[in-house]
């Protein structure tokens, strides 16, 4: 078969781990969940896990990322999030539809109970007040839009972005909230307009060579003494490691930066900051994998086998990702002094 021919070649350049979830994900029939869990999140003999771990050698691994840099920002997007607004609600939470790491309090909590502590636990960050101008970047479809409403009871001055245009529909149809379709990180931003941006799980998304830029704007748009919140995974490493070109299964063209590059930046930029925190993402991509196995008839009548295939693998591969502290997921409250910069 083409897949088991292609194993080879995709091993040689992307790496065993690329070539291994490439080929279940091209499986013609729907993967068994036990076995596809265990074999991507399983302890793998020590010669084997030489070979995933130090191939592609590191000098190369730039080389693999740089070529994959080229795609749009909108099409690698739009790749992962416009499959079906109806395929997502069968498997993230009911209330807010939250596409971002929860917070687990006990082992027996819900999907449903780790979001609202999740929410709850942002909305503290951001703190918003009545009257205040609020710009979410990466919107998603509008949970913690929703959370803020709920809070202050003020829809106005909810602004939202999405590069996704079932994200945007939904929002339309659903949440009325003022979400534009447009890429956060090209955008020009009036000077001073909002009292406080955030993002979850948007971050991720912005290469290395774009935050800088990115951040001198967010920084000029935002009103003295403002606050940046920020949700999102990144790497532990400030090297890439050698499952580097597995995201580009699932997240096409988007690379995000190592901890310590994002600290920098942030002070670089002007920032003072306020809080920093890391989470565990690994209880709520299982819970994501259990509730989709749940629904698969669903799952296969909205998506085909291969998408679904990909998203069987997708939580494994990502739970192994952060069981292997490759990544953490980390929240950030930036401030914008209120007179001069914060600049070091």
């Excluded at 995709?10 to 979830?21: I, K, Q, R, W």
């Excluded at 499959?83 to 027996?108: E, I």
Aim: with cysteine.
């Amino acid at each position: 078969m083409i897949r088991h021919a292609l194993f080879p070649v995709e091993a040689a350049v992307y790496g065993v781990s690329y070539a291994f979830l490439q080929n279940l994900i091209r499986s013609p029939q729907p993967l068994d969940p036990e076995k596809t869990w265990h074999e991507i999140t399983r302890e793998m003999p020590l010669g084997t896990d030489w070979i995933r771990t130090t191939w592609p050698v590191r000098p190369i691994r730039p080389l693999i990322i740089r070529a994959k840099m080229k795609q749009d920002h909108v099409l690698g997007i739009s790749e992962h999030y416009d499959v079906s607004n109806d395929f997502y609600k069968l498997w993230l939470d009911r209330k807010y539809m939250f596409y971002t790491c929860a917070d687990f309090h006990t082992p027996d909590d819900t999907i449903e109970e780790a979001q609202q502590h999740k929410a709850d636990f942002i909305l503290k960050l951001i703190d918003p007040q009545p009257g205040e101008k609020i710009m979410e970047l990466g919107c998603g479809w509008g949970p913690m839009l929703k959370r803020i409403l709920e809070a202050t009871g003020e829809r106005e001055n909810l602004y939202g972005l999405t590069l996704s245009k079932e994200q945007k529909a939904y929002n339309d149809e659903h949440n009325h909230f003022n979400v534009d379709f447009d890429n956060f990180i090209t955008r020009d931003y009036p000077s001073e307009a909002f009292d406080k941006i955030y993002s979850i799980g948007a971050w991720e998304h912005v290469r290395e060579n774009e935050i800088p830029q990115l951040l001198d704007k967010l920084y000029a748009a935002l009103k003295p003494g403002g606050r940046l919140v920020k949700h999102f995974f990144c790497r532990v490493s400030d090297y890439y490691t050698a499952t580097v070109a597995c995201s580009q299964i699932y997240f096409p063209g988007s690379m995000g930066a190592p901890y310590r590059f994002h600290a920098k930046a942030w002070e670089d930029a002007g920032f003072r900051i306020k809080h920093c925190s890391i989470h565990d993402y690994r209880p709520t991509l299982r819970a994501w994998f259990d509730r989709m196995v749940e629904h698969k008839e669903e799952a296969l009548r909205l998506v085909d086998v291969q998408t679904y295939n990909r998203y069987l693998t997708f939580f494994p591969s990502s739970w192994r990702y952060f069981n292997d502290n490759l990544s953490m997921v980390t929240r950030w409250v930036l401030e914008k002094p209120t007179r001069g910069r914060g600049r070091r």
